[in-house]
């Protein structure tokens, strides 16, 4: 069989939804598909649900990671086993909407394009979303974009200027999530497109990397992902030192991972300015996005003295002595934040689009 998409689903502990995932798949109107479920060393019993709940389905394929990597490097494991001529991702939580590979490989095929960005997400406005998402009656659901200031809101290829490609990416003009797209899998492979070993913002630097390197970029408005709010996806995480940990993780790899993603493109390689441009966006997402609330939340103390965020500063220094004054400057750093609004948070409340939604019917 010829496959047209391949899906492929980055699971850890996901024994609640998983099959429901599977199966919203497996029910799309484009039968010509591979489901693809990387296995991340899960803890629950999500694998042996899988097999017994798909016993003899010949479109579903299970990889299991050596161990527990995060979801970006699940996603490369993903990227090299697929077959399809496209490729999707989709958390192990969330759903398609119906008809959504049909429609999305449909226009790929029209504009031969490299990647196919759709402009919004269905998003759940209440706080007990059903486990299968297409459940949701028209009452309890809200669409939205993430696409702010002057995004393309009709249907065509963007412009191949590389620096309008960035400044819009800058301006959050083009949203930098992994869902709600569709990807030419030889573009990625011959680019050499993939997820940094990083376990916060590496989606958004690998889409960053599609943006730059695809010779068509095609927008398309309308929804075609349904993103669960009220559970616990693999990019968030409570707010204590662990998560600190993977936060600081992710901001000391950040700047060769930006410098590799922009290597493949001319134009990134001959403006280094820009580059950092990129790098210190990204770098300030993570800071204001996820750091310093979580350091509001969890404590300055806890999560400068934990054993773990201060190895990190050992093997981020060339000496003891440096990463002593590294510490001691991230404490001066972070000490009496003011307090702010945990924006995160907000945008991925059921509680916050549903007054949204209800603000925009008066």
């Given at each position: 069989m010829e496959v047209k998409v391949s899906v492929v689903i980055a699971m850890y502990n996901a024994s609640k939804y998983i099959c429901d995932c599977i199966r919203?798949?497996?029910?799309?109107?484009?039968?010509?598909?591979?489901?693809?479920?990387?296995?991340?060393?899960?803890?629950?019993?999500?694998?042996?649900?899988?097999?017994?709940?798909?016993?003899?389905?010949?479109?579903?394929?299970?990889?299991?990671?050596?161990?527990?990597?995060?979801?970006?490097?699940?996603?490369?494991?993903?990227?090299?086993?697929?077959?399809?001529?496209?490729?999707?991702?989709?958390?192990?939580?969330d759903a398609l909407t119906k008809g959504a590979l049909d429609k999305l490989y449909a226009k790929a095929e029209e504009y031969s394009a490299d990647v196919v960005h759709g402009t919004n997400i269905l998003v759940p406005i209440v706080a007990d979303a059903p486990v299968s998402l297409l459940d949701l009656s028209d009452d309890d659901i809200y669409e939205i974009s993430f696409e702010q200031g002057e995004p393309q809101t009709y249907e065509g290829l963007i412009t191949s200027d590389i620096s309008a490609r960035v400044g819009s990416w800058l301006k959050h003009e083009i949203h930098w999530s992994v869902w709600n797209k569709l990807y030419r899998t030889e573009f990625l492979r011959e680019k050499g497109i993939h997820f940094a070993p990083m376990k916060m913002a590496e989606d958004q630097i690998f889409c960053f990397s599609c943006l730059i390197n695809a010779d068509k970029y095609l927008i398309i408005p309308g929804s075609y992902y349904i993103y669960r709010l009220d559970a616990q996806s693999l990019s968030r995480g409570k707010y204590n030192s662990r998560f600190a940990c993977k936060i600081i993780e992710a901001m000391f790899a950040c700047y060769d991972a930006v410098t590799e993603a922009a290597s493949g493109n001319s134009y990134m390689r001959n403006d280094p300015d820009c580059v950092d441009t990129v790098y210190i966006y990204v770098l300030d997402g993570l800071d204001s996005g996820f750091l310093k609330p979580c350091i509001r939340s969890a404590g300055l103390g806890t999560v400068i003295d934990d054993k773990d965020v201060r190895e990190l500063f050992r093997r981020a220094a060339s000496s003891e002595s440096v990463a002593a004054y590294m510490i001691e400057n991230f404490r001066k750093t972070y000490a009496d934040l003011p307090d702010e609004p945990d924006i995160f948070r907000m945008v991925t409340s059921p509680e916050f689009w549903r007054e949204q939604k209800e603000k925009g019917e008066q």
């Amino acid at each position: 069989m010829e496959v047209k998409v391949s899906v492929v689903i980055a699971m850890y502990n996901a024994s609640k939804y998983i099959c429901d995932c599977i199966r919203n798949v497996l029910d799309q109107n484009l039968t010509d598909i591979e489901v693809i479920v990387v296995n991340d060393c899960s803890t629950d019993d999500s694998i042996e649900l899988i097999k017994r709940t798909f016993p003899d389905e010949e479109r579903l394929v299970i990889i299991e990671q050596p161990h527990n990597m995060g979801p970006g490097e699940a996603r490369n494991a993903g990227i090299k086993a697929a077959r399809g001529k496209y490729l999707a991702f989709l958390d192990s939580d969330d759903a398609l909407t119906k008809g959504a590979l049909d429609k999305l490989y449909a226009k790929a095929e029209e504009y031969s394009a490299d990647v196919v960005h759709g402009t919004n997400i269905l998003v759940p406005i209440v706080a007990d979303a059903p486990v299968s998402l297409l459940d949701l009656s028209d009452d309890d659901i809200y669409e939205i974009s993430f696409e702010q200031g002057e995004p393309q809101t009709y249907e065509g290829l963007i412009t191949s200027d590389i620096s309008a490609r960035v400044g819009s990416w800058l301006k959050h003009e083009i949203h930098w999530s992994v869902w709600n797209k569709l990807y030419r899998t030889e573009f990625l492979r011959e680019k050499g497109i993939h997820f940094a070993p990083m376990k916060m913002a590496e989606d958004q630097i690998f889409c960053f990397s599609c943006l730059i390197n695809a010779d068509k970029y095609l927008i398309i408005p309308g929804s075609y992902y349904i993103y669960r709010l009220d559970a616990q996806s693999l990019s968030r995480g409570k707010y204590n030192s662990r998560f600190a940990c993977k936060i600081i993780e992710a901001m000391f790899a950040c700047y060769d991972a930006v410098t590799e993603a922009a290597s493949g493109n001319s134009y990134m390689r001959n403006d280094p300015d820009c580059v950092d441009t990129v790098y210190i966006y990204v770098l300030d997402g993570l800071d204001s996005g996820f750091l310093k609330p979580c350091i509001r939340s969890a404590g300055l103390g806890t999560v400068i003295d934990d054993k773990d965020v201060r190895e990190l500063f050992r093997r981020a220094a060339s000496s003891e002595s440096v990463a002593a004054y590294m510490i001691e400057n991230f404490r001066k750093t972070y000490a009496d934040l003011p307090d702010e609004p945990d924006i995160f948070r907000m945008v991925t409340s059921p509680e916050f689009w549903r007054e949204q939604k209800e603000k925009g019917e008066q």
